[in-house]
């Protein structure tokens, strides 16, 4: 199971670095607003996690042809896991290049939305207040990596219960194979 989940694991956080990577770059050049940026990160995890998928039925394929769902879970959260830690390390190597300018950006950018959709001032005044204090907090290395770790974990959660729900495969009894 060890190198089903490490193989898997680091191919899955391999792209789901660099995918956002790219992501990033097209978000700062202004190809993508935040609001498509979201989406199309989202989209991007569900690709690189589509690894958790295949790696579950590797790990099937390989031990007999069989796997329970609470196996193929703890196969799933695994790869998961490695590949959500290989997400937030992606994103401390890339942050010093973008740092706090990315916060003020999308600070800035909900702001305008909120005065383009007619939202009172004080309303305004206190989101742009809040995202200061978010600003402010996001400088710490611990929570930012938290942050990133949040970012992904629900995605690999969400694709690993499907993975070992499809992928299960019980064991035959014998009464049943005469059924």
Same mark, same amino acid.
């Given at each position: 199971? #060890? #190198?089903?989940?490490?193989?898997?694991?680091?191919?899955?956080?391999?792209?789901?670095?660099?995918?956002?990577?790219?992501?990033?770059?097209?978000?700062?050049?202004?190809?993508?607003?935040?609001?498509?940026?979201?989406?199309?990160?989202?989209?991007?995890?569900?690709?690189?996690?589509?690894?958790?998928?295949?790696?579950?039925?590797?790990?099937?394929?390989?031990?007999?042809?069989?796997?329970?769902?609470?196996?193929?879970?703890?196969?799933?959260?695994?790869?998961?896991?490695?590949?959500?830690?290989?997400?937030?390390?992606?994103?401390?190597?890339?942050?010093?290049?973008?740092?706090?300018?990315?916060?003020?950006?999308?600070?800035?950018?909900?702001?305008?939305?909120?005065?383009?959709?007619?939202?009172?001032?004080?309303?305004?005044?206190?989101?742009?207040?809040?995202?200061?204090?978010?600003?402010?907090?996001?400088? #710490?290395?611990?929570?930012?990596?938290?942050?990133?770790?949040?970012?992904?974990?629900?995605?690999?959660?969400?694709?690993?219960?499907?993975?070992?729900?499809?992928?299960? #495969?019980?064991?035959?009894?014998?009464?049943?194979?005469?059924?």
């Amino acid at each position: 199971m #060890k #190198k089903v989940v490490i193989v898997f694991g680091l191919i899955s956080g391999l792209i789901s670095g660099f995918l956002m990577w790219l992501l990033m770059a097209a978000v700062n050049s202004g190809a993508l607003n935040f609001d498509n940026g979201m989406f199309v990160g989202y989209a991007t995890m569900i690709i690189a996690l589509s690894l958790v998928f295949f790696g579950i039925k590797s790990y099937r394929d390989n031990h007999g042809g069989k796997i329970s769902f609470l196996k193929g879970l703890q196969v799933g959260m695994l790869i998961t896991m490695i590949s959500a830690l290989c997400y937030a390390v992606s994103w401390e190597l890339y942050y010093p290049q973008i740092g706090d300018e990315f916060i003020a950006k999308y600070t800035e950018y909900n702001l305008d939305k909120m005065k383009t959709e007619g939202a009172p001032a004080a309303e305004i005044e206190t989101a742009r207040v809040e995202g200061e204090q978010f600003a402010e907090m996001y400088k #710490k290395l611990p929570i930012r990596f938290a942050f990133s770790i949040i970012e992904i974990l629900p995605v690999g959660i969400i694709v690993t219960l499907i993975s070992a729900l499809l992928l299960r #495969k019980r064991e035959l009894l014998p009464m049943e194979a005469t059924e």
